[in-house]
């Protein structure tokens, strides 16, 4: 049973340029949320998809932007890059109805 | 969410418990308490979450004070794979609310030692 993957494992790029990070979620799993976490911080929670909408949003600005696609899986958009979105990019998997939130290994996102 | 009070750091014995304390002294009536731990540069592992009973599974116990005001995670026999940041997070219901997210304070440092 394969859980949360998430690609690319690494990322490097410069400001102003744009980046998408994409999540499959856990077999099973119909809800994708998205976490920042930047460097000895706490993952800071950017928005939840389900059924294809944003559900919920964190305080981040209109540049982080997402989509779910029929089969669950997602992406993060971030547009006009900022060395502060430097960061690691967290995707969690879950099931509606359900507690527990599963997440992917991150991409680590590097803006120059 | 309720805010989380946790230890910056803890150390433990290899092969002892480890007991990792929280405190959530403003937790509302439908809001859960719910652990996480981080290895370092790998994701977020849940652990354990409950109500107000305590829990057990295979990875660790929980404790929750009558009142629910605290909690207490226990690893029962902490291995040096178990050095990792702990998150003691509190959060309302996912069914049938709109509170969805995982709100992540620092967590506690826990470094197992041989």
């Known amino acids: 049973d394969a859980g949360v993957t998430q690609s690319p494992t690494h990322l490097i790029k410069t400001r102003g340029q744009q980046v998408t990070l994409r999540c499959s979620p856990k077999s099973g799993h119909d809800t994708v949320s998205w976490y920042q976490q930047a460097l000895g911080q706490g993952p800071q929670f950017i928005f939840q998809?389900?059924?294809?909408?944003?559900?919920q949003r964190g305080n981040f600005p209109d540049r982080f932007s997402g989509h779910q696609f029929p089969n669950y899986s997602s992406e993060l958009n971030v547009n006009a890059l900022l060395l502060g979105d430097s960061a690691l990019y967290l995707c969690a998997s879950s099931l509606v109805g359900r507690n527990e939130q599963f997440f992917g290994p991150g991409t680590r996102l590097t803006v120059l | 969410d309720a805010k989380t009070t946790q230890p910056p750091s803890m150390d433990c014995a290899e092969g002892r418990a480890a007991n990792l304390p929280c405190n959530h002294s403003t937790i509302s009536g439908n809001e859960y308490v719910y652990w996480y731990r981080q290895i370092h540069s790998q994701g977020p592992q849940y652990i354990i979450h409950?109500?107000?009973n305590n829990e057990t599974n295979e990875m660790a116990s929980l404790i929750i004070t009558e009142d629910r005001k605290s909690s207490t995670l226990i690893l029962p026999h902490a291995t040096l794979r178990d050095t990792a940041v702990y998150y003691c997070i509190v959060r309302g219901s996912n069914s049938g609310g709109s509170n969805y997210k995982l709100t992540f304070g620092k967590g506690t440092l826990l470094t197992v030692n041989p």
């Open positions: 998809y389900y059924e294809e909408e944003e559900r």
């Open positions: 409950g109500l107000k």
